[in-house]
C-alpha cells in the first residue's frame, strides 16, 4: 500500500496564499530574499563549489534558491508541492533567462524514481513545515549520490527561538507571516543528527545564523539558538 504523501494541507494553502508574493523583496518572503546570498555562500563553500553539479532544491517554493544556483552553473532540479508556487517559479523563469527543471512532487517521490541521482541535495526552510522531518531526511539522502552532500537549514527548538522566530519575527515585526512556524515542529541539531545517521549520513558541519531586521543582514556563526545550517556527506549506495 502507498504512503500518504508527507505533506500538510494546512501548510501547502499557508504558501499557495502567498505564492505571488515570492519575488517582492519587500513583501512576506524578504527575509528569505536577505538569506538568499548567505545561504548560497554557503552552499558553494560546504559543496566546493556548484558549478556543473547535479543538484535538487527540495522544497524550491517560488525558485529564489534554485535560480542562485542554476546560476552560479549548476545543473538544478527544484521540487515542490505547492502548485502556485510552482507556476510563480516557472513564470519567472521567463524574466530570468535560466534553466531550472521544476516538478510537483514529495523529496520521497523523486527519491523512488531517481535514487543517487544528484551530487547535492538541498533541503532549506522546509523540514519544520513536513508532518515527518525524518522520513524526510532519509529520502534527501537517497537523492545524493555516494559521498554527494545533503544541505539542510531549519530552526532550533529553544526559548530564544519562540521569542525572536515566532513571537518576534511573525507577532512583533510581522516580518514573515503569522502562522509560518509551530514551536513544536522546530527541530534540535541534536534530532537531525539522529536521523541523518539513521539515513546513514554523516554531519560534517552545523552553523549558525542570525538576521538583523532594521539592517536586513543575515550572519553566519557559531550560535545556533536560533537558525542553523547543517552539512551532511553521504555514505554507501541506498
Given at each position: 500500500m502507498a504512503r500518504e504523501p508527507n505533506t500538510s494541507q494546512a501548510e501547502l494553502g499557508h504558501f499557495n496564499r502567498l505564492a505571488s508574493r515570492w519575488w517582492d523583496p519587500c513583501g512576506e518572503f524578504r527575509t528569505l530574499h536577505d538569506l538568499n546570498p548567505v545561504r548560497l555562500a554557503w552552499l558553494e563553500e560546504q559543496a566546493a563549489g556548484l558549478a556543473t553539479k547535479r543538484v535538487v532544491d527540495v522544497g524550491c517554493g517560488g525558485g529564489l534558491l534554485a535560480e542562485a544556483m542554476a546560476r552560479a552553473g549548476a545543473s538544478v532540479t527544484g521540487i515542490d508541492m505547492s502548485p502556485d508556487s510552482l507556476a510563480v517559479a516557472r513564470l519567472h523563469l521567463l524574466e530570468s533567462q535560466l534553466h531550472v527543471d521544476y516538478h510537483q512532487m514529495t523529496g520521497e517521490e523523486l527519491a523512488e524514481v531517481s535514487p543517487g541521482a544528484f551530487d547535492v541535495v538541498t533541503c532549506m526552510e522546509l523540514l519544520e513545515h513536513v508532518p515527518d522531518p525524518a522520513r524526510l531526511v532519509h529520502a534527501c539522502a537517497r537523492l545524493s549520490r555516494p559521498g554527494g552532500s545533503v544541505m539542510f537549514s531549519t530552526i532550533n527548538r529553544t526559548p530564544t527561538a519562540f521569542a525572536t522566530a515566532i513571537v518576534g519575527a511573525e507577532y512583533l515585526t510581522e516580518l514573515v507571516p503569522r502562522g509560518t512556524h509551530r514551536y513544536a515542529q522546530l527541530i534540535r541539531p541534536s534530532e537531525l543528527d539522529s536521523?541523518?545517521?539513521?539515513?546513514?549520513?554523516?554531519?560534517?558541519?552545523?552553523?549558525?545564523?542570525?538576521?538583523?531586521?532594521?539592517?536586513?543582514?543575515?550572519?553566519?556563526?557559531?550560535?545556533?539558538?536560533?537558525?542553523?545550517?547543517?552539512?551532511?556527506?553521504?555514505?554507501?549506495?541506498?
Open positions: 536521523w541523518g545517521r539513521a539515513a546513514g549520513l554523516e554531519l560534517k558541519s552545523l552553523t549558525g545564523g542570525s538576521y538583523n531586521p532594521a539592517s536586513r543582514v543575515f550572519s553566519l556563526g557559531a550560535a545556533l539558538a536560533v537558525n542553523y545550517f547543517a552539512h551532511f556527506r553521504t555514505g554507501g549506495a541506498f
